[in-house]
């Protein structure tokens, strides 16, 4: 038996949204979940911690090499081959990184769950809740940097009338979009997109929505091309879900080691203050910014900054 249990308050707290306004669905998923966990505490958090400032000495992590993108070649190929070969498996779309069975950061503590697949549930339970509060009645969906696809076939699936582009600097990932097209019949469409050398060709109606997702995380402090780029694009709605470095409190040794981490990997700095910038210089709206108290050991990549170009 597990002493805690995420209640529906606590993912009003995550989400950052008010109770009323969480979609049905979502509220039915969050009910198939055991949400059970136990905080890491005393010896085992010692032990815990431990490891961790040595997984940090060690670097036992991927850490982004400026324009290097053969690691994400390799690994969103292992997947396209498992997608293929399994003529459309969604579960070969599974990103590696999130691991069963691990303790999880929450509300800046580490905590252990029941539920053995605890990260990935929550996951879906996000993307409900995501997807349906700001996705609907986009003319056009984009998701910078998407990876294996998991956001784009849920969004695909959830709104079959409309277009969904996934983009991604790795090649493999574009085909498995564009595989989720021909094997599932889905309004999906993949390309190959570069945050670093952005493609104006890409074609954007006034009422898109732009996903990234975990994404730009991967630019350190090079974001300027990409936010000029959809200054220029116009689209309705920008929606980042990233971990966001200047949120992280570094009086909070969980929050300490993250951004020691964070550092280390060589992860996306001064996003908030380049956006800050341009609301000022009138370009742009924020329209929510929140940090989202979840996350795994060393990383906590669901908070959200929601803006729209002016
Ligand atoms: C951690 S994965 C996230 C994938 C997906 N959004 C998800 O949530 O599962 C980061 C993604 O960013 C992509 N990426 C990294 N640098 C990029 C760049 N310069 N341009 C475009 N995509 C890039 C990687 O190829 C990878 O697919």
Not at 154 to 183: C, Y
Not at 213 to 238: M, N, S, T, V, Y
Request: with cysteine; net charge negative.
């Amino acid at each position: 038996m597990s002493t805690h249990t995420l209640e529906l308050s606590d993912f009003v707290r995550l989400l950052g949204s008010p109770e009323l306004a969480i979609p049905p669905s979502c509220l039915a998923l969050i009910k198939q979940t055991d949400w059970g966990y136990d905080w890491v505490d005393g010896q085992p958090l010692d032990d815990l911690v431990t490891s961790l400032l040595e997984r940090i000495r060690r670097k036992e992590f991927s850490i982004v090499v400026h324009g290097d993108k053969t690691r994400w070649v390799r690994g969103w190929g292992e997947n396209l081959d498992d997608f293929v070969a399994s003529k459309g498996d969604l579960n070969a779309l599974a990103p590696k990184y999130v691991r069963p069975n691990m303790p999880v950061r929450l509300f800046r503590r580490l905590a252990q769950p029941v539920e053995p697949n605890f990260e990935q549930c929550w996951r879906r339970v996000y993307q409900e809740w995501l997807f349906r509060t700001y996705f609907a009645d986009r003319e056009r969906i984009f998701e910078f940097g998407c990876g294996s696809g998991v956001h784009v076939s849920v969004l695909a699936e959830m709104f079959p009338q409309t277009k969904v582009v996934g983009l991604d600097w790795a090649e493999p990932s574009a085909e498995i979009i564009n595989n989720m097209h021909r094997m599932h019949g889905w309004n999906t469409e993949g390309r190959v997109f570069d945050f670093f050398h952005p493609d104006y060709s890409v074609d954007m109606p006034a009422n898109s929505v732009v996903l990234t997702f975990a994404a730009l995380e991967q630019i350190a402090d090079k974001h300027g091309p990409f936010l000029e780029f959809l200054l220029a694009k116009k689209p309705k709605l920008c929606v980042f879900i990233e971990p966001i470095r200047e949120w992280y409190d570094p009086a909070n040794f969980v929050d300490h080691l993250a951004m020691r981490a964070h550092d280390t990997r060589n992860f996306l700095v001064g996003l908030t203050g380049a956006l800050h910038k341009l609301q000022s210089q009138g370009k742009i709206e924020i329209l929510k910014e929140h940090r989202v108290e979840f996350g795994s050991l060393l990383h906590e990549g669901y908070s959200q900054i929601i803006w729209r170009p002016l």
